[in-house]
């Protein structure tokens, strides 16, 4: 099954560099999501990672190491607008039709 | 467009009425979910429509009733609800159920209060 795992709060200043971890075990998994939400809002779509390695789009990158179940969501050039709650998702292609899991968020305060 | 649009966006409702959540979108995907989202917690599957069949029913309550008209349109039916059923319910959809690279987009969600 599936078990992600993702620190719940993190702090950050106006510009900087940020990473947010995501662990996870689970078999029979096809790939990780990373969403964005802000408060009262709807999850947005980030990126999503199927392959090892990194993607990259413009100020968000987000890295997957399938062997050691691990992702990362690296914010550069941080602003107050990135202030929200960053979602990690494994999708699990397996038996259960495609199911989306997501971990408990882990909420990003953009300080000036 | 990656647009899902869900009415109403707010919504009360007491425990014996009957009311509906509605969700569209015309970006010609053939895979359909409702989440559920209280706060502080992360999104919820409740239900996932494949080519306007239900595919996954997560254990809901039947007081929660969803329905696919057609291939653009899913509705979730309410009735009898309970208070703690307050939350964001959140449409979604995608290409395909469980093909790879297959990205799920959320609607803005409808905020349910029960009272």
């Known amino acids: 099954g599936q078990n992600i795992d993702q620190p719940t709060e993190m702090t950050a200043t106006e510009g900087a560099i940020v990473q947010i971890n995501c662990t996870y075990q689970t078999s029979g998994f096809n790939g990780l999501f990373w969403y964005q939400q802000h408060a009262g809002e709807a999850p947005t779509f980030l990126s999503y990672?199927?392959?090892?390695g990194l993607e990259e789009k413009g100020r968000f990158s987000s890295f997957l190491s399938r062997s050691k179940g691990y992702s990362y969501l690296l914010l550069k050039e941080l602003q107050m607008k990135d202030s929200a709650s960053y979602l990690c998702a494994g999708f699990d292609r397996g038996s259960t039709l495609g199911r989306l899991y997501f971990g408990r968020g882990t909420q990003l305060t953009v300080w000036p | 467009d990656t647009e899902v649009t869900q009415t109403p966006k707010h919504l009360v409702m007491g425990m014996t009425n009957k009311k509906s959540l509605k969700c569209e979108q015309h970006?010609?995907?053939?895979?359909m979910y409702w989440y559920k989202q209280k706060a502080k917690k992360p999104p919820e599957l409740m239900f996932v429509?494949?080519?306007?069949?239900?595919?996954i029913n997560e254990s809901v309550p039947s007081r929660f009733s969803p329905e696919c008209p057609n291939s653009s349109l899913l509705n979730l039916h309410l009735h009898a609800l309970q208070p703690e059923d307050s939350a964001l319910y959140l449409c979604?959809?995608?290409?395909?159920?469980?093909?790879?690279?297959?990205?799920?987009?959320f609607g803005e969600g409808s905020w349910l209060t029960v009272v």
């Open positions: 970006m010609g995907h053939r895979a």
């Open positions: 990672n199927v392959l090892d």
């Open positions: 979604a959809s995608s290409l395909q159920v469980g093909a790879m690279g297959n990205t799920i987009y």
């Open positions: 429509y494949s080519y306007e069949k239900l595919s």
